[in-house]
């Protein structure tokens, strides 16, 4: 079945759609497993044909597993740039794949939380995203459909070193498990530098923008596990799922802390980040990405309604450039025509937003 | 003055630094800003450190027999040191002189302890069993031991029962 955009963005998905209040910090679980065929090379070495080959066998064994059910697959050279672009922007596909030759796809479930890739780095690249903070039940569901799949597909498998794959990086488990955390009071607080640090030292990479003073990206941060042999995936998951952990205390400290010490410093940057949302006329994506951001600390902080978090984590989403152009019918526009109709959808949303109440001083 | 650091990918001006601890070792990793932009540090989705730590650990270079090659891809040791990454599973086996002393640097451990494609490893298990009985079959019916062809026979019935195959051939 192509994949039909359209069809795509207007059904209920995972990402945007869900609402998960348990733990605003932790905005998405994700998990990825890199598989091969014993039979064949890997993506970067085998040519048109054997690619080809490869992409009928894996698809074939993908649309028949019971996640898939309803799902959709695609090639990607028969998606156009913005379409693409569109997928990316959701986590569906890497930019990578995106950039492939022939013989490369994609299998995405009716919910967009599960995403199997073909000819990327590694024949198959699994993932499953679940929105908020869900590292044990991403694994279940993973190792479940990696089960499925291996009962129709040899993998690639050494006992000594586990799973085989293209970059030895990943050799062993191949599993990349990640979150993608929001820590916008330990950016504000300058202690951004001190946590990637840390989680350094416990063998986990950061991942984000953190410059200083600037922050072009809404205090996103990607933490994942740095290795792939030697340890278990229950195991890298119960030590990842403890750096998070420790992670999101810091950041309700760092909140806790900001708002005793200069109680007026949140409430005034949120307040204006959500005036310029409601009423400005010209957006940047990164722009939109620091606004959003202080409204979603602007939410957890009680100001909002619990639910406009959902509101605020689907326009994170919606508002990147490919979504933009997408929404406009146009493969392409300036950046400054960009800026405006990004700033026209929120405005549009914002204006279904309740107007935030403070709390007075000493009740929060 | 110091002179400024170069690049670890090619030979430009570093301005990126990046500091990454693994089994309590540092790896420092300096790169220039195209190669930064090219690596996708600037695009938290997209970034592998790990990448970058591979290439810095090829340094010194292993030593590999030269006219190496794999066997089933035609991959040579200068064509994993440019992509950093190998042709296909079997370069595994025919590289591993080159792979061995990387793994130390790259992992936490340098033996597998996760999961296992049970089902897949036994369909191998059940296909390998079948090559050697198939040759035993041959061997015996050549050799006009007849009793134990008629018993191989049979054993392949029932493996090729378990394994899902037709057992009419
Ligand atoms: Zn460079
Ligand atoms: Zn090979």
Known sequence: MPLDIDKLLSTPAELTDNSTAKCPVVLMTRIRLARNLSTHCFPGRADDGERKEIFNRCREAIMATSSMKRGMSVAVDELAPLQRQVLVERHLISRELSAAKSGAGAAINKDQSVSVMINEEDHLRIQVLRNGFQLKRTWTAINALDTALESSLDYAFSPRLGYVTACPTNLGTGMRASAMMHLPALVIAGQMEKVVRAVNQLGMVVRGLFGEGSDASGSMFQISNQTTLGESEPDIVKRLHNVLQSIVDHELNARAKLLETDPAKLPDKIGRAYGILKHGHVISSSEAMNLLSLVRLGVDLGYLPDEYRTVVDRLFIEAQPGHILHRADKPKLESDERDRLRADLLRSEFANFPTPGYPTAGNN | ?169
């Open chain 2, 1 to 169: 003055m110091a002179s400024p650091l170069k690049c670890d990918l090619c030979d430009n001006p570093a301005t990126v630094h990046l500091t990454q601890i693994v089994n309590h070792k540092v790896h420092k990793v300096d790169l220039c800003e195209s190669c930064a932009q090219a690596k996708g540090v600037t695009d938290p989705s997209g970034f592998s450190l790990a990448d970058l730590l591979l290439k810095a650990s090829l340094n010194p270079e292993p030593t590999a027999p030269a006219g190496l090659r794999c066997e089933h891809c035609g991959y040579a040791p200068d064509d994993f040191k440019k992509s950093g990454r190998f042709g296909c599973p079997q370069c595994y086996e025919t590289f591993t002189d080159l792979l061995e002393p990387m793994l130390d640097n790259m992992h936490k451990g340098t033996a597998h302890t996760g999961k296992i494609p049970e089902r897949a490893l036994q369909r191998k298990q059940l296909h390998d069993r079948l090559h050697e009985l198939e040759s035993e079959l041959q061997s015996a019916i050549k050799a006009e031991r007849y009793e134990d062809a008629a018993k191989f026979r049979d054993e392949i019935v029932q493996v090729r029962q378990e394994a899902g195959l037709s057992t009419a051939s």
